[in-house]
Nanobody, 118 residues
Framework: QVQLVESGGGLVQPGGSLRLSCVAS????????MGWYRQAPGKERELVAT???????NYADSMKGRFTISRDNAKNTVYLQMNSLKPEDTAVYSC????????????WGQGTQVTVSS
């Protein structure tokens, strides 16, 4: 059984920072591409950032320069450091694990709420 468990969400003021964590358990290998996605109320889920098993990263344009994705394969953990947060970053942030070759093999966490408000 594969599980992805996110943590680190919460309420933060505009301009603040948060670090999200996602711990993977079960048959998740270091070769999987790990990613963060978010979904705001009334909107579709969108890509935030991904990181391959080899460490290559990809970011949505609106997150470049503010968010940093990283992973610690020894701990089966992926992180999302979020700086200079804006109210429009408010969303449920979910972790994803994607098999590097078989796109049908994908797993999702339950999500963690991030609210940016003064």
């Amino acid at each position: 059984q594969v599980q992805l468990v996110e943590s680190g969400g919460g309420l933060v003021q505009p301009g603040g920072s948060l670090r999200l964590s996602c711990v993977a358990s079960g048959r998740i290998f270091s070769s999987y591409t790990m990613g963060w996605y978010r979904q705001a109320p009334g909107k579709e889920r969108e890509l935030v950032a991904t990181i391959t098993g080899g460490g290559s990263t990809n970011y949505a344009d609106s997150m470049k320069g503010r968010f940093t994705i990283s992973r610690d394969n020894a701990k089966n953990t992926v992180y999302l450091q979020m700086n200079s947060l804006k109210p429009e970053d408010t969303a449920v942030y979910s972790c994803n694990a994607q098999h590097p070759s078989f796109t049908a093999i994908t797993y999702w966490g339950q999500g963690t709420q991030v609210t940016v408000s003064s």
